[in-house]
Structure formats: structure tokens, C-alpha cells
Nanobody
Framework: QVQLVQSGGGLVQAGGSLRLSCSAS????????IGWFRQAPGKEREFVAA????????RYVEFAKGRFTVSRDNSKNTAYLQMNSLNSEDTANYYC????????????????WGQGTPVTVSS
């Protein structure tokens, strides 16, 4: 069982940047795809980005392309979501999840989740 702990959220001005982290204590972390999702108030959880076990493959939703970068360092059992050029529409709770499945954008395929971290972008 993988326990994921998130950090790095907070308040940022529009145009600013934040880096989210998703860490695990179990070395099995390196065998999982790590996905990032977000959920704004009153909206459903939506896929943002994901990265495969060795970092060689990534996938982004359209709004994240060119602004967000997903990465991982398996030696630290940690994945990251670097977010640049943030705007008010990026305000949401961000979640990382771990899956051994192939349907990365499908939240139902993730068996393990971090606790979520709030990101607030002020305009």
C-alpha cells in the first residue's frame, strides 16, 4: 500500500508559479504511474497530468500544456507538478494519485491518493 503525502500549495498571484510535491515512504512508489488531478469548488475532479514509472512518458490535459510540467525523482520517492503562468481558473484543490493501470486520465483507476493541497491564484 502506497501512502502519498502532498506539499507545496498556497496562495500565488496571477502569472506566478508553484511547485507541488507528492511523496511516498514506500519504494514501491517507483512502480506506479503518478497522476495529478484538481477539483475546484462545485466542480468534478479533473485530470491535469501524469507520468509513468520511470519518467519517460507524460501526458497533459490541454490547459496544462506549455504551463505545467510533471516530473519524478524515484530516488526520493517523490513526484512534482511545476505550475507556471498561473491564472484564477487554476484555483482548486490539487491531488496526486498512484495507479498501475493504463487509463491515466480516469480518476477511478487510481487506488491511492494524497490528501490534497489547495492552490489559490489571486488576480
Amino acid at each position: 500500500q502506497v501512502q502519498l503525502v502532498q506539499s507545496g500549495g498556497g496562495l500565488v498571484q496571477a502569472g506566478g508559479s508553484l511547485r507541488l510535491s507528492c511523496s511516498a515512504s514506500d519504494r514501491t512508489f517507483s512502480s506506479y504511474v503518478i497522476g495529478w488531478f484538481r477539483q475546484a469548488p462545485g466542480k468534478e475532479r479533473e485530470f491535469v497530468a501524469a507520468i509513468n514509472w520511470n519518467g519517460e512518458r507524460t501526458r497533459y490535459v490541454e490547459f496544462a500544456k506549455g504551463r505545467f510540467t510533471v516530473s519524478r525523482d524515484n530516488s526520493k520517492n517523490t513526484a512534482y507538478l511545476q505550475m507556471n503562468s498561473l491564472n484564477s481558473e487554476d484555483t482548486a484543490n490539487y491531488y496526486c494519485g498512484a495507479t498501475d493501470g493504463s487509463t491515466w486520465p480516469d480518476a477511478d483507476s487510481y487506488g491511492y491518493w494524497g490528501q490534497g493541497t489547495p492552490v489559490t491564484v489571486s488576480s
